[in-house]
């Protein structure tokens, strides 16, 4: 009789849940962002990141992605697409939720220029209590000396954190014991304020055997300059592989 009952309520239980199943559809729509942030001194041997940041508006919208919409010639096309929930049984509250998403353009051509127009579809000002259907903006692209990726020797950066109300914390482990453990950390802020770029640069000591490798860990304190007054700042550390580590400092 027991064994009956237990068969009956996962019965039920299944059935439930293949109907809950059934109800919920989902569907693929476009959300607004409310700010991108662009770090300056990327060349065309560069694997060029921004970040584009925005709040879902209900708790039914999931997963928010970045998607290329279009390239042509110097002008690239984004749109933030998120998974949106469709159930008669669910409460799509209005929300908050922010979200942060890095953007992998990769490596662009200088051009005549180097100036490129990035657009990204539904901009809500979120001072202004306005929306606009794109909002443009300019990167800008430098003419690289040489062939290699990256000029100067980046650590091999792993973590960005912050450990004060100014300071941050960068570390990571370098691949060989012929890397110079001093690292000197350059800041170079971008023309709108709320992107600064780091550059930990380090380099082979002269002379230093290569061939055995071994595991050196490291850990740097970057201050963030008084002079980035923005609310919300994208601390951009470029790493040994030509791609970054991206951390919002809040203030």
Do not use: W
Not at 137 to 152: A, F, H, M, P, V
């Amino acid at each position: 009789m027991l064994n009956c009952y237990r068969l009956l309520v996962l019965s039920l239980l299944l059935l439930s849940f293949q109907s809950y199943s059934q109800e919920v559809r989902r569907s693929t729509v476009a959300v607004p962002f409310t700010n991108v942030f662009i770090p300056y001194g990327f060349d065309n041997n560069d694997i060029v990141e921004i970040v584009v940041s925005g709040i879902l508006p209900t708790l039914c919208h999931q997963n928010p992605r970045v998607e290329i919409k279009e390239r042509s010639g110097d002008t690239i096309k984004l749109v933030v697409y998120a998974e949106k929930l469709n159930s008669s049984d669910m409460l799509c509250f209005n929300s908050m939720t922010p979200y942060y998403l890095p953007v992998e353009l990769g490596p662009l051509d200088y051009g005549s220029d180097g100036k490129y127009k990035i657009f990204i579809e539904k901009f809500f000002d979120i001072e202004n209590r306005r929306s606009l259907d794109q909002r443009g903006y300019y990167l800008q692209i430098t003419k690289s000396k040489g062939r290699l990726q990256n000029e100067n020797l980046y650590a091999n950066v792993e973590y960005v954190y912050q450990v004060g109300p100014r300071t941050i914390e960068i570390s990571g482990v370098h691949p060989s014991t012929c890397i110079d453990p001093d690292i000197e950390l350059i800041g170079v802020p971008n023309t709108l304020g709320n992107v600064i770029s780091v550059l930990p640069i380090t380099r082979k000591i002269p002379g230093k055997d290569c061939s055995r490798q071994e595991l050196v860990p490291f850990k740097i304190q970057y201050e963030v300059p008084k002079k980035l007054t923005k609310s919300e700042i994208l601390i951009h550390v470029r790493k040994i592989d030509g791609t970054s580590v991206n951390f919002i400092y809040r203030q």
